[in-house]
């Protein structure tokens, strides 16, 4: 089993940057792929972006392209997602999670087999 908690959302200015983290925990993740993911109310869940196990792919999606980075330690067993140039439409709950089934990483959530409980963003304009 896998336990991931995220940390390092809050409330900030449109303009702005976060940097969000993922600790794993009961297993190392340096085999899996790990996503971010968000949800905005009334909304549903989102692939942000994904890492490959050993950083070597990222993928992205279109509207957080150039804005968003991820990266990983493996050595720390934790994954990042820098946030830049945050937007009133990035407000969500943002969820990290880790995929064995699919190593080089992947938009598609249900290739993911565990998933941390969120944290809030939240972009004032």
């Known amino acids: 089993q896998v336990q991931l908690v995220e940390s390092g959302g809050g409330l900030v200015q449109a303009g702005g940057s976060l940097r969000l983290s993922c600790a794993a925990s009961?297993?190392?993740?340096?085999?899996?792929?790990m996503g971010w993911f968000r949800q905005a109310p009334g909304k549903e869940r989102e692939f942000v972006g994904s890492?490959?196990?050993?950083?070597?792919?990222?993928y992205y999606a279109d509207s957080v392209k150039g804005r968003f980075t991820i990266s990983r330690d493996n050595a720390r067993n934790t994954v990042y997602l820098q946030m830049n140039s945050l937007k009133p439409e990035d407000t969500a709950v943002y969820y990290c999670?880790?995929?064995?089934?699919?190593?080089?990483?992947?938009?598609?959530?249900?290739?993911?087999?565990?998933w941390g409980q969120g944290t809030q963003v939240t972009v004032s304009s």
């Open positions: 999670a880790a995929s064995s089934s699919n190593p080089s990483g992947t938009s598609y959530s249900r290739s993911y087999n565990y």
């Open positions: 009961g297993r190392a993740i340096s085999s899996y792929a």
């Open positions: 890492i490959s196990w050993n950083s070597g792919r990222t």
